[in-house]
C-alpha cells in the first residue's frame, strides 16, 4: 500500500472510475483551470486541486466547467443521471446549498420514489465542507446534519485516505444520489492506501480505537480529534471505543448500540452546531434504543449554537477539540447516580 494524501486519493479515483466506465463525467467551478492559473487550462485542477489533470485525459466532454451557479450545475448533473449519466457534481463550497436545495431536496432526493422505482439518478454530489481553514461563516459550515436529514439521498464522511478512495468509488458506482462530504482541512492528511480496486460500503462505522468506558462518536476532521483524546485519555486509565461513522445515512445503528451496550457511556462529537443537529439525534437513538445501559447522561461536544468566527483565535475556540472531548470524557467517569 502507498501513503497518499486525501487530495491526491479524490483525483486518482475519479480518474480510476472515468477510465472505468465512459458515462462518467464531472460537472463544476473552475474544475479545469481555476483561481486564474496559467501553463493551461488543467494546471491546477479547481481551487482544491481535487480534478487535475482530468481535463487533458478525458476532455470538455466529460470533464465540464460550468458557469458560476450551484442551481445549474445540480441541475445538469441530475438530468445527465437521469439520462444514464453518471454525474460527478462538485459544490465548490458545501454553504452554497442554499442556492441549489431545491435541485437536491425536491427533485434528485425524490426521483426515485416520485417514480414508483422505475427511474434512477446515480449522481455524486461532492461538497467541501468545514472550519479549522479560516475561511470565516459563509465557507466554513458543516451541512451533513442538513442533507442527512432528507430522505432519498445517502450522506458520506470520509475521514481518511483510505476511506476517501473506497467510499468514493462506492459512491459513484451507487445507483441512488450520493452526498459525499470532503473536509477542507483534511486534504493534506496522509495514510495507507489499498492498491487496485478498494469499494467501502455504506453504513458501516469504522472502530478506530478500542475500549469498555466510554464511546465516542465522530465524523470528519472530528475523528482525529476524538482519536488523540482517546490515546491521552487511555494514559489515565480510561478506554474509548471511537467510532468513525464514515456514513450518516445510511447509519451503522447496530455499530453504535453495541458499543454503547458495553461501555454504558456516550460522547458524541460534532463539528456543527447542536441544535437539530447530527450530535442530537444520535443522542436521541441511543436514549431510546439503550437507555437501559446507560451509567451517565450522554455528552455532546458541539460547537456553538452560533455563526463561524474568522478570527484564527475565535475559530479554535468555536470548534471542539481534543481537550473538550477529553474534559468531557472525565465529566461522564465522573458521574455518579443518586
Known amino acids: 500500500m502507498a501513503t497518499k494524501m486525501?487530495?491526491?486519493?479524490?483525483?486518482?479515483?475519479?480518474?480510476?472510475?472515468?477510465?472505468?466506465d465512459p458515462d462518467v463525467i464531472m460537472l463544476g467551478e473552475d474544475i479545469v483551470g481555476g483561481n486564474g492559473?496559467?501553463?493551461?487550462?488543467?494546471?491546477?485542477?479547481?481551487?482544491?486541486?481535487?480534478?487535475?489533470?482530468?481535463?487533458?485525459?478525458?476532455?470538455?466532454?466529460?470533464?465540464i466547467d460550468t458557469p458560476i451557479s450551484e442551481s445549474a450545475i445540480i441541475g445538469a448533473a441530475a438530468g445527465a443521471s437521469l439520462s444514464g449519466k453518471r454525474a460527478i457534481a462538485e459544490i465548490m463550497f458545501a454553504d452554497f446549498i442554499g442556492v441549489c436545495l431545491d435541485q437536491i431536496w425536491n427533485q434528485v432526493a425524490k426521483f426515485r420514489y416520485m417514480f414508483g422505482g422505475k427511474s434512477r439518478c446515480p449522481v455524486t454530489i461532492r461538497m467541501i465542507y468545514g472550519a479549522g481553514f479560516n475561511a470565516a461563516a459563509q465557507h466554513s459550515q458543516s451541512i451533513h446534519g442538513m442533507v442527512t436529514a432528507m430522505p432519498g439521498l445517502k450522506v458520506v464522511m470520509p475521514a481518511t485516505p483510505a476511506d476517501a478512495k473506497g467510499l468514493l468509488t462506492a459512491a459513484i458506482r451507487d445507483d441512488?444520489?450520493?452526498?459525499?462530504?470532503?473536509?477542507?482541512?483534511?486534504?493534506?492528511?496522509k495514510g495507507e492506501v489499498p492498491d487496485g480496486e478498494y469499494v467501502l460500503p455504506f453504513g458501516h462505522a469504522r472502530q478506530v480505537?478500542?475500549?469498555?468506558?466510554?464511546?465516542?462518536?465522530?465524523?470528519?476532521?472530528?475523528?482525529?480529534?476524538?482519536e488523540t483524546a482517546a490515546r491521552n485519555l487511555a494514559e489515565e486509565g480510561i478506554g474509548c471505543d471511537v467510532l468513525d461513522l464514515r456514513t450518516t445515512s445510511p447509519l451503522d445503528e447496530e455499530a453504535i448500540l453495541d458499543s454503547v451496550e458495553r461501555t454504558?457511556?456516550?460522547?458524541?462529537?460534532?463539528?456543527?452546531?447542536?441544535?437539530?443537529?447530527?450530535?442530537?439525534?444520535?443522542?436521541?437513538?441511543?436514549?431510546?434504543?439503550?437507555?437501559?445501559?446507560?451509567k451517565a447522561p450522554i455528552e455532546m461536544v458541539t460547537a456553538p449554537h452560533s455563526p463561524i468566527p474568522f478570527a484564527r483565535e475565535l475559530e479554535s475556540a468555536w470548534l471542539p477539540s481534543s481537550d473538550k472531548i477529553e474534559a468531557a470524557a472525565l465529566r461522564l467517569m465522573s458521574y455518579r447516580r443518586g
Do not use: N, Q
Open 264 to 294: 454504558g457511556r456516550l460522547l458524541i462529537v460534532d463539528e456543527s452546531p447542536p441544535r437539530c443537529g447530527l450530535a442530537t439525534d444520535l443522542a436521541a437513538i441511543v436514549a431510546s434504543k439503550a437507555f437501559a445501559s446507560l
Open 37 to 63: 492559473s496559467a501553463g493551461g487550462p488543467e494546471a491546477i485542477g479547481g481551487i482544491w486541486s481535487t480534478s487535475t489533470g482530468l481535463w487533458g485525459k478525458y476532455g470538455s466532454d466529460r470533464v
Open 6 to 20: 486525501i487530495r491526491d486519493v479524490i483525483v486518482e479515483t475519479i480518474d480510476a472510475e472515468m477510465g472505468r
Open 209 to 226: 480505537t478500542e475500549g469498555d468506558d466510554i464511546t465516542v462518536l465522530a465524523t470528519g476532521l472530528m475523528v482525529s480529534f476524538a
Open 176 to 189: 441512488d444520489p450520493v452526498i459525499f462530504l470532503e473536509h477542507k482541512a483534511l486534504y493534506a492528511t
